[in-house]
């Protein structure tokens, strides 16, 4: 937009769309017809002034055109009316924006109560630019002179300066710029609305209303700063936009402050919770733009001075906005609610808020939530992160130091949900005690986990690692489970392990082998095949019985074999050297006898 494009009193409306029971600020599209301009459910007006005067004498000429405007209480034609309002509205943002304070105060016996509505919000918007107490207790008057003269939209003007403040804020910080490009907007605004479940079509169009919220924004301040779009590229009007000292945001809270005094009961609960809300957003809309300490300099004493105010004043959403804010990463903004819940003693849910940073991998976020909120319920996050393989948590929560019933409980997460990665990374940080005590427990909740299907790939990890460290302790652990009568062990689990790692598989996989064997042996003596096998070198016989199971066990990563697949190789092995001490060899003892006997070009 044009730097002289003045956009402080465009009009738009604010919605709230509740997805997964947490409000966003929404703002709806500007009505079309001139009514809906000015009605009192919108929170923005359209342009009143296209162009900056650039000339003390141009502003006083544009200025008195409102003397000879029609005065809007005698208005009858809606032509007229229409007129009438915009003269007045141009008149008396010129004289607001050049201190002109007489002026200003002059213009309002002109207006009817919408348009000194649509005047307050003006007003209250240029308090977040206050740079002197004198501009100060002008403004305050002019609050006041307007109130008195009958405007009552105190929750209109609240919401709208209170989504502006933080902007400002945002803005002081070299965070956004003020012509941030539509496409920036839109990216931004589609990676905060993807996260909700809903309609696309619905939140496409929500995307789209938030982004002329936010233009309408972004633009007002560029009116009121006037510095290039880019923090990266050091100006002369680059240092109009400093950040606010403490002493300008006090001034700025003051000038709230005082019109929060003076709209008193006109507002609700309701009301400041909305404000709330809408001075958090942006600040979690552009959560990844902030630099770490942001919370503790001079641009966040303004936001956290206005969200401590509205608190008092009887927001309620503290620990709504604080969960959001945890959920999307914004940990600048973590840092603000949780010095407001202490200062205001309140509970904010830490825990929680955890648990969200975590669903959404802010692993910065959880770090201050624990480091400065005192967050200490690592389990559910952590078997969360385990279960959906989420990597980067799971290392955190580990090194951030779990007891060890969570990283066993994590392990069988892991397991059951399939995650063969975390089920590594986790295994060998589980003490072995804990693994022997609760080895029958861990591979039935790994399979009751895993809802009864039919893929165990968890439970055959487990297996196949050899995680009690010690062969016969982990077959019978396997076999245990497989003939178990307990009810609470899902059927196809019991199935699975009963065909493949009981003691009954490893006898019917000898049985097979022995069966093979002697198949083997009878081609071998009455084959008629006119390419007798007893006519091929042994070597090449035994490749043609065996080498097809050597290469399948070959192929395994495993330190364990399944029951079935060893009683075969026992088999095969006992025939060639080993008897029945074979029975007790590990893998890369039975595949060494089968190397030494098949040729060496198969192996």
């Known amino acids: 937009m044009h ?13 709230h769309q509740i997805e997964d029971n947490k409000s966003i600020p929404i703002p709806n599209s500007p009505g079309k017809d001139e009514e809906e301009i000015i009605s009192t459910n919108t929170i923005f007006s359209n342009p009143l002034i296209s162009k900056i005067p650039k000339s003390e004498q141009e502003t006083e000429e544009l200025l008195l055109q409102a003397q000879s405007s029609y005065c809007l209480t005698d208005a009858r034609d809606r032509k007229m ?58 403004i305050t008057s002019l609050i006041r002179a307007i109130v008195d003269g009958g405007a009552n939209d105190f929750m209109r003007a609240m919401l709208r300066t209170a989504f502006l403040a933080s902007c400002v804020s945002a803005y002081q910080s070299n965070l956004i710029g003020s012509s941030e490009d539509k496409s920036f907007l839109a990216q931004r605004l589609q990676e905060r609305l993807k996260e909700y479940n809903g309609d696309d079509c619905l939140k496409a169009e929500a995307s789209t209303k938030v982004q002329k919220f936010m233009e309408w924004a972004l633009t007002c301040i560029s009116f009121h700063y006037r510095r290039p779009s880019s923090p990266k590229q050091p100006s002369d009007t680059a240092r109009l936009a400093a950040p606010a000292g403490e002493s300008e945001a006090q001034l700025r809270l003051s000038a709230f402050g005082f019109f929060l005094d003076l709209a008193g009961e006109n507002l609700s609960g309701k009301d400041f919770t909305e404000a709330f809300d809408a001075a958090c957003f942006p600040l979690t809309l552009f959560s990844s733009l902030f630099d770490p300490g942001w919370s503790s300099g001079p641009p966040a004493a303004m936001i956290q001075g206005l969200l401590g105010l509205l608190v008092e004043w009887g927001a309620d959403n503290v620990n709504q906005c604080f969960l959001e ?99 590594s990374y986790l295994l060998p940080k589980v003490p072995q005690n804990v693994l022997a005590t609760l080895a029958v427990e861990i591979i039935k909740a ?27 302790a982990t077959y019978d652990v396997a076999d245990c489970v497989a003939t178990s009568d307990d009810k609470t062990v899902v059927p196809d689990l019991r199935d699975f392990l009963r065909e493949n790692w009981s003691r009954e598989a490893f006898n019917e996989g000898l049985r097979e082998g022995d069966e093979h064997f002697l198949n083997l042996v009878r081609v071998y003596e009455r084959g008629e095949s006119e390419i007798l096998l007893a006519d091929l070198p042994n070597e090449l016989v035994l490749a043609i019985g065996y080498l097809e199971l050597y290469r399948e066990v070959a192929r395994m990563d495993a330190e364990l074999l399944p029951q079935k697949i060893r009683g075969l190789i026992v088999s095969a092995v006992r025939r060639f050297e080993g008897g029945e001490a074979a029975a007790s060899w590990g893998k890369e003892e039975l595949l060494e006898v089968l190397r030494r006997n098949l040729p060496r070009f198969f192996v």
């Open 81 to 138: 009316y229409r007129y009438g309002r915009n003269q007045l509205g141009r008149s008396f943002h010129l004289a607001v924006i050049s201190h002109n304070w007489d002026l200003a105060e002059s213009l309002l016996p002109m207006a009817d109560v919408q348009t000194l509505n649509h005047l307050l919000c003006m007003t209250l918007d240029f308090i977040w630019f206050l740079t002197s107490r004198h501009d100060l207790c002008r």
């Open 446 to 472: 790994a399979g009751e986990r895993t809802g009864g299907g039919t893929s165990f790939d968890g439970v055959e990890f487990l297996l196949k690692s050899n995680f009690l460290q010690d062969p016969s």
């Open 325 to 423: 804010a945890s959920r999307f990463g914004s940990t600048e903004l973590v840092r603000i609610l949780l010095q407001i819940a202490r200062d205001n003693s309140l509970d904010v849910d830490v825990d929680l808020a955890l648990g969200f940073a975590s669903h959404y991998c802010r692993t910065s976020t959880m770090e201050c939530l624990v480091e400065e909120g005192n967050a200490g319920s690592f389990l559910g996050p952590l078997m969360r992160a385990a279960e959906r393989g989420c990597m980067p948590v799971v290392t955190w929560f580990v090194q951030r130091g779990c007891r060890d019933m969570e990283l066993c409980l994590a392990l069988t997460g892991a397991a059951s949900a399939g995650k063969i990665d975390i089920a």
């Open 3 to 15: 730097s002289e494009e003045n956009p402080s009193c465009s009009t738009m409306e604010i919605d």
